[in-house]
């Protein structure tokens, strides 16, 4: 229950402050319109985002190599940041900590956008339908590329056993499936989504 409640209040306090800039031009469109156009947006950021990396200059393949680079350094403070999170665990805000799993959880991630895309495609508020899109069309690109590279590295799950740098590539079971964490891509994706709705820099 608890997760429906963090996600009732997070979107209702998001709809409530977007829903002042409704565009009075969406009103004249049908809804049947508007989700055939949101379809095809969707297909195009999809496209658009999977295609990107055929147009990188020198500065994109060194912020890639910069991303790669800082990934390999954070993995191996991975022990004594597990082994740090663990000794805290209890002095941390268990608030802080659901809403965490359950705002990256696939089941509740997708029901909270669909129902954020259902209200602004009803009212026909474009903002709301705008943001919801975009977090749709960067999830599905961010999902596909986090299933190959999950595929890919083959790295173990923490609880395998097995440590936190046993890799088995291509692997078909899902405790070779680690990395990258899904909960993360899908948090971070959502989060960015709806703060670039905001012109604040600390949102």
Same mark, same amino acid.
């Given at each position: ?7 009732i ?24 319109k508007?989700?055939?156009?949101d ?9 658009y985002?999977? %295609?990107?990396? &055929?147009?990188? $200059? ?10 790669? /680079?800082? =990934?390999?350094? #954070? ?8 082994r ?32 954020m895309?259902?209200?602004? %495609?009803?009212? &026909?508020?474009? $903002? ?10 960067? /999830?599905? =690109?961010?999902? #596909?590329?986090?299933s ?9 799950r923490?609880?395998?056993g ?42």
């Amino acid at each position: 229950m608890r997760n429906l409640e963090f996600s009732i209040f997070f979107f209702l306090v998001f709809i409530t402050y977007t829903s002042q800039s409704q565009n009075i031009a969406s009103d004249s469109l049908n809804t049947w319109k508007l989700l055939k156009y949101d379809a095809k947006t969707t297909f195009n950021g999809i496209k658009y985002s999977l %295609l990107r990396p &055929k147009d990188w $200059k020198g500065k994109d393949y060194a912020k890639f190599g910069a991303l790669i /680079s800082g =990934t390999v350094l #954070l993995s191996l403070a991975d022990e004594e940041m597990k082994r740090f999170t663990q000794r805290n665990a209890d002095d941390f805000p268990i608030v802080i900590r659901d809403f965490g799993w359950y705002f990256g959880s696939p089941q509740n991630y997708f029901m909270a956008n669909l129902g954020m895309y259902g209200i602004g %495609l009803l009212t &026909k508020n474009e $903002k709301i339908r705008k943001t919801s899109v975009l977090i749709i069309f960067s /999830s599905v =690109t961010s999902g #596909l590329i986090a299933s190959v590279s999950k595929n890919a590295f083959g790295r173990a799950r923490p609880s395998s056993g097995l440590g936190n740098h046993y890799f088995e590539p291509f692997s078909k079971e899902a405790r070779f499936h680690s990395f990258p964490s899904g909960h993360t891509i899908l948090s971070v994706t959502m989060a960015h989504a709806i703060a670039k709705q905001f012109d604040n820099f600390w949102i």
